[in-house]
């Protein structure tokens, strides 16, 4: 009943920029936070950036400067504007949402996007 669609990723040099957006449909009460992860190939799933819904952002220190998270409450989606991109960046970016289906409180669903492929060459 709840979908989160990405776009934006692809192929760019060292130094380049990308942004990746995050779409969410369906029925819900509310998003209580967006943010996205990153995993590189043999690594762990990586906090990158997230955002409440008041606009308040944090960033992992390894993409500090560089990224800039933002979000757009009327059309439920969030973006990621990665700048001064490195290889180091590459991975594949899930957006993630938690949401409140049907009213406030303590209940609350995660859900996922399908992930986008960036890719960073030297």
């Known amino acids: 009943q709840v979908q989160l669609v990405e776009s934006g990723g692809g192929l760019v040099q060292a130094g380049g920029s990308l942004r990746l957006s995050c779409a969410a449909s369906?029925?819900?009460?509310?998003?209580?936070?967006m943010a996205w992860y990153r995993q590189a190939p043999g690594k762990a799933r990586e906090w990158v950036a997230g955002?409440?819904?008041?606009?308040?952002?944090n960033y992992a220190d390894s993409v500090k400067g560089r990224f800039t998270v933002s979000r757009d409450n009327a059309k439920n989606m969030v973006s990621l504007q990665m700048n001064s991109l490195k290889p180091q960046d590459t991975a594949v970016y899930y957006c993630?949402?938690?949401?409140?289906?049907?009213?406030?409180?303590?209940?609350?669903?995660?859900?996922w996007g399908q992930g986008t492929q960036v890719t960073v060459s030297s």
């Open positions: 955002i409440t819904s008041g606009g308040s952002t």
């Open positions: 993630h949402a938690r949401i409140n289906l049907s009213g406030p409180g303590p209940v609350s669903y995660d859900y």
């Open positions: 369906g029925r819900f009460f509310s998003i209580n936070f």
